[in-house]
C-alpha cells in the first residue's frame, strides 16, 4: 500500500462505485447459485461468486487501510432465500456473461483514471477475472445452442476505398441504402444481445416487483428493449443478415420477488449505463446516416429512462450517496453537511 499518497477523488468514487456492483452481484449470484439445476453453470455462478468475493474484499481492504466508511450497497435484507425460483439455468448464464461484459469496460474506464499503482494492478486483477468469466459464460453458452455467435460475411478479397458521399446515406427513403459494413454489425449485434437479456429481465422483474411506480417502471423497460431489439433486427435484416433468436432462457409464473425492489432498481440502472455507453460508440462509429440517426434516438430514450429511474430510487430512499467533494461555502458559515 502506499501509505504517503492518499487515493484520488476519482479513484475513491471508482472504488466506491466497484463496491456497490460486486455487493449487488454477491446477492444476485447467491441466489442464482440455490436456485442452479445445470451443474457446468452451477460451477460457473460458483466462480464468479467466488471471485466477486475476492475482489469485493480487496476494495473493502483499501477502503479500511485508508480510513473510508465501508458503503451500505446491499445487504441480506435485499434477498428472500425462501422465494420460488425466477429465472432457469441458461438466463442465469447470459445474465452473467453480459454482466461480465460491463465490468470489462467498467475497468478499462477506472484503470484509465487510476494513479497510484496498487490501485491501477488491483483493476488489472479485476479486469483479468471478468474476462476469465466473461469468456467461460460464452463458450458454455456457446456448447448448449443459447448463444449465436454474430453472422459471417464474405472474407475481402482486395483492399477497397469510399467512392462518394452516397456510403454515408440511408435517410432518404427513395434511396439506395448499402448494406451493413462489419463494424456497423458488430454494434448492431452487441446491442441486440444485450437488449433481448434486458427484455427477459424487465419481463421477471415487473412480475415480482411490490412497489406499484417500480413494476410500471420494468414494463416499460421491457416495453423499451423490445422496441430497440425490433429496431436492430430490422437493420440486419435487410442487409440480408440473420438476427439473433430473442430467446435467452424461461420466466417461470412466480409472482414473489427473490430481489428486494432496491436491488432490481440498481441492476436495471446499471444496465441501462451500459446501454448509453453502447449507443454512444453505435452512433460514434457509424457510417451510415440512418443507423446513426436511430442510435442516437435509442440513447435518448435511454437516457430518459435512467434518469427517471433515478428519481424512483431517490423517491424511495435507496440511493446511497457516493463521497463528495467539500462543499467550502457551507464549511465557511459552520456547517459540517
Not at 250 to 255: F, G, M, P, Q, Y
Request: net charge neutral.
Amino acid at each position: 500500500m502506499m501509505k504517503n499518497i492518499p487515493l484520488s477523488s476519482t479513484e475513491l468514487g471508482n472504488l466506491w462505485q466497484a463496491y456497490q456492483e460486486k455487493s449487488m452481484a454477491l446477492h444476485v449470484l447467491e441466489r442464482f447459485i440455490k436456485n442452479s439445476n445445470d451443474e457446468q453453470i452451477q460451477a460457473i455462478l460458483q466462480s464468479a461468486q467466488d471471485i466477486e468475493t475476492k475482489n469485493t474484499n480487496a476494495i473493502k481492504a483499501v477502503f479500511q487501510n485508508e480510513g473510508v466508511a465501508i458503503p451500505v450497497a446491499f445487504t441480506e435484507k435485499d434477498v428472500d432465500n425462501n422465494a420460488p425460483r425466477l429465472f432457469d439455468d441458461n438466463f442465469h448464464l447470459m445474465f452473467v456473461r453480459l454482466y461480465g461484459k460491463i465490468l470489462i469496460g467498467l475497468y478499462a474506464l477506472h484503470s484509465g483514471m487510476s494513479y497510484r499503482e496498487d490501485i491501477y494492478n488491483l483493476y488489472h486483477d479485476f479486469t483479468s477475472d471478468s474476462q476469465r468469466i466473461y469468456n467461460e459464460a460464452t463458450q458454455c453458452l456457446l456448447k448448449k445452442g443459447v448463444l449465436v455467435r454474430p453472422p459471417s460475411v464474405p472474407m475481402p478479397k482486395e483492399v477497397e476505398f469510399v467512392k462518394d458521399t452516397s456510403y454515408t446515406g440511408g435517410l432518404n427513403p427513395f434511396g439506395k441504402k448499402r448494406v451493413l459494413n462489419t463494424v456497423e454489425i458488430g454494434l448492431v449485434y452487441q446491442a441486440l444481445e444485450a437488449n433481448i437479456t434486458g427484455t427477459q429481465l424487465m419481463a421477471g422483474f415487473a412480475q415480482v416487483a411490490e412497489n406499484p411506480d417500480v413494476k410500471q417502471y420494468f414494463q416499460r423497460g421491457k416495453e423499451l428493449a423490445e422496441k430497440q431489439v425490433s429496431i436492430m433486427s430490422d437493420f440486419l435484416v435487410k442487409s440480408d443478415l440473420q438476427a439473433p433468436s430473442t430467446w435467452t432462457g424461461i420466466v417461470s409464473d412466480s409472482t414473489v420477488s427473490p430481489f428486494s425492489d432496491k436491488l432490481m432498481m440498481y441492476m436495471t440502472n446499471l444496465l441501462s449505463m451500459f446501454g448509453m455507453g453502447n449507443n454512444s460508440v453505435g452512433a460514434a462509429f457509424s457510417f451510415r446516416s440512418d443507423l446513426l440517426l436511430q442510435m442516437g434516438k435509442i440513447l435518448a430514450n435511454t437516457f430518459d429512462f435512467a434518469k427517471d429511474g433515478g428519481k424512483i430510487i431517490i423517491k424511495h430512499g435507496w440511493m446511497e450517496e457516493p463521497p463528495q467533494a467539500a462543499d467550502r461555502t457551507k464549511l465557511s458559515r459552520g456547517q459540517n453537511k
